[in-house]
């Protein structure tokens, strides 16, 4: 049996784009500087998504469905059609491999 594992790549390729475009990088300016708005947003994704990691029946059981057959090197798309607009916690498109 295949084990599949979540790449959230449209959320990590999209946070990392609106960070880079708006200027958000990490300039710490002492020992305690504060973590980057990309850095605090891809840390809430990761917690947000953890859940649907090693449980697939758990994504399919949120809302997520198949929108694409196997595609070798590039994974099975699945999309929650409810999920609408841009929210790192929120991915509308999960890709297992």
Do not use: W
Not at 20 to 25: F, S
Not at 87 to 96: A, E, G, M, S
């Amino acid at each position: 049996m295949r084990r599949f594992v979540p790449l959230v790549i449209v959320v990590l390729a999209l946070g990392a784009t609106a960070a880079l475009a708006t200027g958000a990088v990490a300039r710490p300016t002492h020992a305690r500087a504060k973590a980057s708005p990309l850095a605090t947003s891809l840390a809430a994704m990761r917690v947000a998504t953890a859940k649907y990691a090693t449980n697939l029946a758990r994504a399919k059981a949120d809302g997520y469905k198949i929108i694409t057959p196997m595609i070798p090197d590039m994974g099975i798309h699945y999309l929650n059609p409810k999920i609408t607009g841009f929210d790192v916690t929120k991915p509308p498109i999960l890709v297992y491999q």
